[in-house]
Structure formats: C-alpha cells, structure tokens
C-alpha cells in the first residue's frame, strides 16, 4: 500500500539506534524527506547513508540535545528551512537503567525526566505551530508497555511513559481542529540484534546490564508470540499511524507492539 508519505517532512529523534534507525530506514523506503535529531551525529550520519540507499527522497542530520528547547528550535527550523515544514514528528527518544526504586535518587529521576519526557515537551511544543499554520501534521511518541502496567525496576521510567501518553491524548484533543493527530507507540523488550545498530550512548550497549542471555530467553518464551521485539516491528506501527491514508481517522491512541505482552482493551 502506498502510505502517501513520499516527499513528506519527518523529523525522527534519537534516529541513530536500534528503534530510531528502524523508523528512519522504514521511512526512508516511503521515500521521506527526514531530520534525523540525534546527540550521535557520527553514528547518525552512517544510518543517513543507508537511508538514502534505501530510497529516502533527502536526509540531513542535526546534533540536538532534546531535553534543551534552543537546540530543539534550531532542529525544527533547519527541517522547516530544507524541507518546507513539518508534517510528522516521531518522538522517540528515551533512556532507562534498570533500577529498584528505592536504589534511585533525584539526579537519577531527574535525568529520567528530563530524557523521557521534557525532550518530548520540547520537540511537541517546537512542531505543533508549524503543524497548525499547515493545518496538519502527525506526532507519533515511542512510549513504553512499561507505562501500561508498571513494572519492577522501571518505576520513574514507566511513570514518565504513561504521562507520555497522558500528554499525546491531551494534545490529540487540543489540536484535532487544525488536522493535528497524535498517538503512542508502546514496545516491549526490542534488543539490537549487531553492534551496527546502536549508537554510541544507545542504553543497548551493555545488554548484560540489562537482562542476562537466560532472562532474555525467558521473556521471549512467555510472549504469545515467542520473541523479543525488533526495531522494525515497532518501525512499522509508527510509519503506519502517521500515515494520513492509511490512519486518518486514529488519534488519542496508545499502541502496543510487544508481542502480546499487554492486551489493554
Ligand atoms: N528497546 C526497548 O526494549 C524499548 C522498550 C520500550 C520502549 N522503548 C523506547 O523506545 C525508544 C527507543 O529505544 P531504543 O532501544 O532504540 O534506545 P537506544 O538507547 O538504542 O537509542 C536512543 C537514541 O536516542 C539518542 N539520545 C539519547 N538521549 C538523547 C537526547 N537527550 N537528545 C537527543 N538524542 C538522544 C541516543 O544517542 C540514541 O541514538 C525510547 O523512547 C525507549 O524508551 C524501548
């Protein structure tokens, strides 16, 4: 099916790993014109190669620190500048260390926060405008089934990813009026099966930090569907959600692509 994403403006944040490369290379074969927004830029400008082998229409690469609204606005304007505007943003970086809570302390949650959730303030902030003067656009957020039901080890982490989706829903009903739709994507367990898929800070890097090879294996056997998750399952739903052929009339909606993990009705 063609998406009708052809020659459309897409910024991708933290598009140079595991989950972010996968929404750039998938785009990339829709033949999008994309910002890839990444604190990364060597490892970003390596996934922008591929991107345009893989048939991206154009791809320039923007050093930006999310959690800051000034480098977010200079990002933003250079996807205006090169491409005309703006018509869909994939929020998608985020960062977790798996911890107990009551091992955690502020400078941890802080970090937590501002990674997870003030980055995606910024970047919504920054396009909405553009979006409305346009009188559309998509937002699609990489949020986490960790926000659904929490789990152990992932208390802040997983609060920042429901108000993730807290804050979509909100925004979808805001700005519904000017074309605006938004919607959430929640992986489970998504590990990057080769070095070549990571950036150099990807929270993948030290897989054994983690989950153990056995933990692994164990979370794969209990999915219904007997896997980890990979990039490109996640990759899918989000090309698919910010398509206005193919999900026009989605909006406000949190989506899990983990297998069967949760089954939230
Ligand atoms: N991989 C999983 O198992 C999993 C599960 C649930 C949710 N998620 C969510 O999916 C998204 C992607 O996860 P991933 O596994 O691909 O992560 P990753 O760590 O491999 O990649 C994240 C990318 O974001 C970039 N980044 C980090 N902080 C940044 C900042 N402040 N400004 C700009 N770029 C920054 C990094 O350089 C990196 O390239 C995240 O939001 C994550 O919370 C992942």
Known sequence: MDLGLAGKSVIVTGGASNIGRAIVLTYAQEHAKITLADLDV?????????????????????????????????????????????????????????????????????KIIDVNFVGMLNCTKTVLEPMVQNKGGAIVSISSDASRQGEAREAVYGGMKAATNSLMKSIAKEN?????????????????????????????????????????????????????????????????????????????QVLSVSGGYTMIG
């Not at 930090?209 to 056995?214: G, Q, R």
């Open 42 to 110: 060597e490892q970003g400008e390596q996934v922008a190669a591929l991107a345009l082998k893989a048939g991206a229409e154009s791809v320039q690469v923007v050093k930006t620190d999310v959690t800051q609204l000034s480098e977010v606005e200079f990002m933003v304007g250079q996807a205006i500048q090169c491409y005309g505007g703006v018509d869909v943003l994939v929020n998608n970086v985020g960062w977790d260390k798996l911890q107990y809570f009551s091992e955690t302390g502020p400078e941890f949650w802080q």
């Open 176 to 252: 519904g009026r000017y074309g605006v739709r938004c919607n959430c994507v929640c992986p489970g367990v998504t590990v990057p099966d080769t070095d070549e898929e990571m950036s150099a800070n990807s929270m993948w890097q030290d897989k054994s930090a983690m989950f153990t090879d056995e933990q692994f294996g164990k979370i794969a056997k209990s999915l219904p569907l007997k896997r980890l998750g990979k990039g490109q399952d996640v990759a899918n739903a989000v090309v698919f959600l910010s398509s206005q052929k193919a999900a026009g009339y989605v909006t406000g």
